[in-house]
């Protein structure tokens, strides 16, 4: 299998960042951590042992990215407008350096966006933020409401990183169109505390006629070996 590790100076953030590439084509995959998680946590974790098969026959090519949520989100001693500032940052080094990287090393056009736990809510924000860019987002496990982390404060950037925000205030005909053509997929345990999340996220972008699948698991299905089986079954090419 193709392993590639890269470190470079981010401009958007600020501070060096890293990341993994594992397969040779196929689609791309931007892979998110869990919260505060790094880079190599899919392949500690076996995520891409479980996914080894479709990576190998050129069906898809991992990006697994660092995260920056203890300086964003998680980071508690600042105010939280300085918290989502942090995230939009977050957001300009993918869209601005990490996807042109993808590129440049693969020239298929489809773009997934995964992750779990946290990482689902970075999935989906980032996905329905540039449905231009991105084609499906499969997110396990997920919260999709920010404004937990925010102590009741809003502004432009908490927002626009928001999905139950900024898919609810969306009524521009472009945009929904474009949001029409992403394939979303949440999974999530029908006995996990973020079921409810999930279901708000499935039944606003319904109301928005942006079609989604919403797939319950049985029992609390939030961990390494349900994830494994989820991705394995949602873009793995296995049942």
Not at 15 to 44: C, I, N, Q
């Amino acid at each position: 299998m193709n392993r590639e590790h890269h470190r470079w100076y981010s401009p958007s953030l600020n501070r060096d960042m890293e990341l993994l590439v594992f397969g040779h084509a196929g689609a791309r995959v931007l892979v998110f951590p869990t919260s505060k998680g790094r880079f190599y946590e899919w392949e500690d974790r076996s995520m891409i042992d479980t996914l080894s098969g479709a990576i190998n026959n050129g069906w898809l090519q991992l990006y697994c990215v660092d995260s920056v949520d203890a300086e964003s989100w998680y980071n508690y001693g600042i105010h939280p407008g300085g918290r989502a500032y942090r995230h939009t940052q977050y957001d300009n080094y993918l869209y601005h350096e990490v996807l042109p990287l993808t590129t440049r090393k693969n020239g298929n056009p489809f773009l997934v966006t995964t992750g779990a736990s946290f990482g689902a809510f970075h999935a989906m924000s980032f996905g329905l933020k540039h449905p231009d860019k991105v084609d499906r987002i499969l997110a396990m496990s997920g919260l999709f409401d920010i404004r937990s982390f925010t102590n009741g404060y809003s502004d432009d950037n908490v927002y626009f990183n928001n999905p139950m925000q900024f898919i609810g205030g969306e009524n521009d005909a472009y945009r929904l169109g474009q949001l029409r053509h992403v394939d979303i997929i949440m999974a999530t345990g029908r006995g996990d505390r973020l079921i409810d999340s999930a279901r708000a996220m499935s039944g606003l972008l319904w109301s928005k006629g942006i079609g989604n699948a919403l797939r319950e698991w049985d029992g609390w299905s939030h961990d390494w070996v349900y994830w494994q089986r989820m991705v394995q079954t949602y873009i793995g090419g296995h049942d």
